[in-house]
């Protein structure tokens, strides 16, 4: 094949040395997917409050400052600590709030960062306002049919419980209600992932509603990428939270929520063993690289990342032929077609798309971008 005929190795692309398992960040199309959203949280009248658990990197955060982001989301009071040293001051921790880390809580109030959490039960209510030296915002999670954490979007019951003792503490302002639609990353068809939406803002809305006039003042987000790239009615909405976006995956792609040439990132890993009784190519790239996550292909076998070719801008469309379909902990196994087989060789390079973005990034912990500069990650700190 053509397509292989530079070697797929380190030629194509001066900026970088690849000698193991890297993974490779195109800045511009990462600025151009924050952009896009951006302008489409403009559009529809929402703040965009992204979630930096996808990068986790504070040099990419400030690429979001330059668009004007000046609050965001994360998804423990670890990561919180690393942006609000990043110089962040409005931070929501969107996750079911550990009451075992109010120290932690209270050592960020202390520096004046503006902290929202999220509570589910009364029993951390009382102790944010028993043992809080300031107060916090607090969003009560819902769970409008994903299954995950949150209150059923209906035990209204158990809403006004928590709002009543959320307002009667001394250290809890209520600020609104958060749901995230995870369920859309399971669904068949863009229309089925809206779908999901709007029945999610109906529910939310009814909630709202149901508190009177408690519930007027009340702020809802909203926050997961397939629903924030794809659905133009947000009526009801104020706020949107979505973190993938930002770099993109084959999982984003293959919901048709955004192109192949969207995803901004791309394992870079070597070529260190053939096996031609199976057409089977042995790549340095594991479980710990990429995380088991996987799609399954037409023929319904399991795969775990498609294959491009590395160039000097970037990388080629997906190849046909060939994907990773098997990983232990530190290797990869390659199926290829005997054309494709023939056209590799052991020492070559290859770039591999990633299934989940998000946990090859928590994983790899640190980006080359295309011209070999080292952006790193909360984790390398």
């Known amino acids: 094949m053509a397509i292989f005929m530079l070697n797929v190795s380190n030629r194509s692309n001066p900026m970088i040395t690849i000698t193991r398992p890297t993974l490779l960040l195109n800045e511009k199309q990462c600025k151009i997917n924050i952009q896009r959203m951006v302008d489409k949280a403009n559009r529809l009248n929402v703040q965009l409050v992204p979630h930096f658990k996808t990068h986790q990197s504070s040099e990419i955060g400030e690429w979001f400052r330059a668009f004007g982001i000046g609050s965001i989301t994360v998804s423990s009071v670890k990561m919180a600590e690393f942006f609000a040293r990043s110089g962040w001051s409005n931070i929501t921790v969107a996750f079911p709030f550990n009451m075992h880390e109010i120290p932690a809580v209270n050592k960020m109030l202390e520096q004046h960062v503006n902290l929202t959490l999220f509570v589910v039960n009364t029993e951390v209510v009382q102790r944010l306002n028993e043992e809080l ?203 290829a077609s005997a054309e494709v087989f023939e056209a590799i060789e052991i020492g070559d390079v290859l770039g591999i798309l990633p299934i989940h973005s998000c946990l090859t990034a928590n994983l790899m912990k640190s980006y080359t971008t295309l011209n070999g500069q080292e952006i790193k990650h909360l984790e390398s700190f």
């Open 133 to 335: 030296t300031a107060p916090v915002n607090l969003f009560i999670e819902m769970d409008a049919g994903y299954g995950r954490s949150g209150v059923a979007t209906e035990d209204i019951a158990k809403v006004k419980e928590l709002v009543a003792l959320i307002e009667a503490g001394s250290m809890t302002n209520l600020y609104g209600l958060y749901c995230h639609p995870g369920n859309t990353y399971h669904t068949n068809s863009v229309e089925e992932i809206k779908g999901i939406w709007a029945g999610v803002i109906k529910k939310m809305l009814a909630v709202k509603t149901a508190l009177g006039v408690a519930g007027e003042s009340l702020k809802i987000r909203v926050g997961d990428t397939p629903g924030c790239a794809l659905v133009e009615e947000m009526e009801g909405v104020d706020e949107i939270g979505p973190g993938n976006f930002v770099f993109y995956d084959l999982v984003m792609n293959y919901l048709d929520v955004c192109a192949e040439s969207d995803i901004a990132v791309v394992m870079a890993c070597p070529v260190v063993a053939k096996n031609e009784n199976r057409n089977e190519i042995i790549i340095h790239g594991g479980a710990v690289h990429f995380s088991k996550d996987h799609l399954f292909a037409a023929n319904e076998e399991k795969f775990f990342g498609e294959v491009v070719v590395l160039e000097e801008e970037g990388w080629s469309p997906i190849v046909e032929g060939i994907k990773l379909v098997s990983l232990s902990q530190e290797h990869g196994v390659l199926r």
